[in-house]
């Protein structure tokens, strides 16, 4: 029988480093949030050559507010933010919550305020994809690493 699954490729040891890996980046992700909403967005509001966002979705089994800080790229008037998950095989819990609800809250440094969160269409992500990755190159990795395209949102301020 064969299984085109990572986890079972990877055997115990393998998937042990995966339910850590998933540890971390979900406590650093926490920290990374609460340092940057106590700090009223002055830490953490960049990353290497990228902004920093808090994305304020509401959890679509749970109905309670959901917080993450994510990379994004400005476009226009709007802030693209991509459905990475670290190159793993499933999206991320906020990229359901926003398919759930689009109607989204974020803060950019000190700057909070309303969003809609719009998943770009085929011609939009040809667009944005490329100046994603020359942003940020390991999105590029995460894709060739996944299974699953990885998602691109676009986040329209509301006034």
């Not at 995966?18 to 971390?24: D, G, I, K, N, P």
């Not at 999206?91 to 440094?109: A, E, K, M, R, T």
């Amino acid at each position: 029988m064969c299984y085109s699954k990572p986890e079972f490729r990877l055997g115990r040891k393998g998937l042990i480093l995966m339910a850590l890996s998933h540890f971390v980046v979900t406590l650093v992700d926490r920290v990374m949030t609460w340092v940057y909403e106590k700090s009223d967005g002055r830490l953490g509001s960049r990353l290497g050559n990228m902004g920093m966002l808090v994305l304020h979705t509401t959890g679509r089994k749970s109905g309670e507010k959901r917080s993450h800080t994510l990379q994004y790229m400005p476009d226009g008037a709007n802030f693209v933010i991509v459905a990475s998950n670290n190159g793993q095989d499933r999206h991320p819990g906020w990229y359901h919550n926003v398919l759930s609800n689009p109607h989204v809250h974020i803060q950019i440094g000190r700057r909070r305020q309303a969003a809609l969160a719009i998943v770009a269409g085929p011609e939009e992500y040809a667009q944005l994809w490329p100046r994603l990755i020359a942003q940020n190159p390991p999105w590029e990795v995460y894709a060739r690493r996944t299974t699953r395209k990885i998602p691109v949102v676009s986040l329209h301020p509301l006034a």
